[in-house]
């Protein structure tokens, strides 16, 4: 028997630039950090902090993930950061995270009730322990597979299944403690 051998280019993927990499992923990065609940008026700063990690370890990418989970698994950690550092206090408001987020042309009642909506999420979502809001984030607005997540936080697979098993659990019931209207 003949032993096989991968080619040089099979076995490695096509290395990525940073600009490639911040074009196909800033929105998501983005939309992750504050659906981890960083606050309105840190989101940029804490995006930037996410590229930074990015950029400086860049070389050490190798391709085990997709480009986005693997930034993903940087903005829930960046996140992590921020909500440690900048704890909000018990008097200060939560602030809503859907303004500025209407689409072009989009109708006031649209736009409001697209507001309201996220401004619920974003009250369930603090509700939630961290590492059962990094998974829902991840999976249920991010549609991240359980896998990818896995990679992306660096848990193990059974780990990201009970998580998101838990925290589905508590998206029924803050539901159906609220009618099931929201």
């Given at each position: ?10 076995s490695?993927p ?6 490639t990499l911040?074009?196909q ?28 990690v990015a ?18 698994g ?15 206090k018990p008097?200060?408001p939560?602030?809503p ?15 409001l009730?697209?507001?309201?909506a ?27 597979s ?14 990201i ?9 508590h ?11 929201e």
């Amino acid at each position: 028997m003949h032993a096989r051998t991968l080619s040089p280019a099979l076995s490695r993927p096509e290395p990525i630039d940073f600009d490639t990499l911040y074009d196909q992923t800033a929105e998501l990065a983005f939309r992750v950090l504050g659906g981890m609940g960083v606050r309105a008026d840190e989101l940029d700063d804490a995006l930037q902090d996410v590229f930074v990690v990015a950029h400086r370890r860049l070389p050490e990418f190798r391709g085990d993930s997709k480009p986005s989970t693997w930034v993903s698994g940087i903005a829930v950690r960046v996140a992590h950061d921020y909500r440690r550092r900048h704890s909000r206090k018990p008097s200060e408001p939560l602030e809503p995270h859907a303004q500025g987020l209407v689409a072009p042309g989009e109708l006031p009642d649209t736009s409001l009730i697209r507001a309201q909506a996220l401004d619920s999420v974003q009250t369930f979502l603090e509700q939630l322990p961290a590492p059962q809001r990094e998974v829902f984030v991840l999976a249920e607005l991010e549609q991240q597979s359980a896998p990818e997540i896995a990679l992306s936080l660096q848990v193990p697979l059974n780990t990201i299944y009970s998580r998101l098993r838990l925290a589905r659990a508590h998206f029924e019931d803050w539901v159906q403690a609220r009618g099931g209207e929201e």
